[in-house]
């Protein structure tokens, strides 16, 4: 092997061997993700945009980027739905749930870095046989999303079979 040759291997394992170093060293030192439920009647958006919201008409006080249609299912099959969702979806985890409120907090971690994105979900009951959906998706790090929670929220929209309107 050629003295180029050598420089060239040994470069390419030193990047290698400090960017994994770096990924394991963000990992470690990620903060846990916010669990506490939030008020969507109270809710304030995020200063950095990092966020996306799809709220039912009259639910929310802050702007929804989705307004959503009402669903054809009961509240306590549409809040089976998202228990099922960590199956579906890849890293997410339930940290909060309180049932009789139909309140659901998940977070979904990015591959790479591990970053916490919390999901907050709740059901609004409207009859027996139909019921509404406000998620609230952000993330806990970064002043842009790249759009990552816009596209969970449709994504999620769609496996809960909510349509929206508009």
């Known amino acids: 092997m050629g003295r180029r040759t050598r420089i060239v291997w040994t470069s390419l394992i030193i990047l290698l061997i400090l960017v994994a170093s770096a990924i394991v060293t963000v990992r470690i ?3 846990p993700a916010t669990t506490e439920f939030v008020d969507f009647a109270e809710l304030k958006r995020s ?27 009961s509240a306590a099959e549409l809040a089976a739905k998202i228990k099922a969702l960590p199956t579906l979806e890849p890293r ?10 139909y309140r659901y907090v998940l977070v979904q971690r990015s ?9 907050n979900i709740a059901i609004q009951p409207l009859d027996a046989s139909h019921a509404a959906l ?8 970064g ?3 790249l759009g990552i929670n816009m596209k969970r929220l449709q994504r999620w929209l769609s496996l809960l079979g909510a349509g929206v309107l508009g």
């Open 143 to 145: 002043k842009s999303d």
């Open 47 to 73: 200063a950095t945009r990092n966020d996306a919201l799809a709220c039912p008409p009259g639910l929310c006080i802050a702007k929804a980027d989705v307004t959503t249609a009402p669903i054809a299912m």
């Open 134 to 141: 406000a998620i609230y998706s952000r993330s806990r790090y």
């Open 111 to 119: 591959a790479l870095f591990n970053f916490p994105d919390t999901i």
């Open 29 to 31: 030192l990620v903060r």
């Open 92 to 101: 997410t985890v339930i940290v909060g749930q309180n049932d009789a409120e």
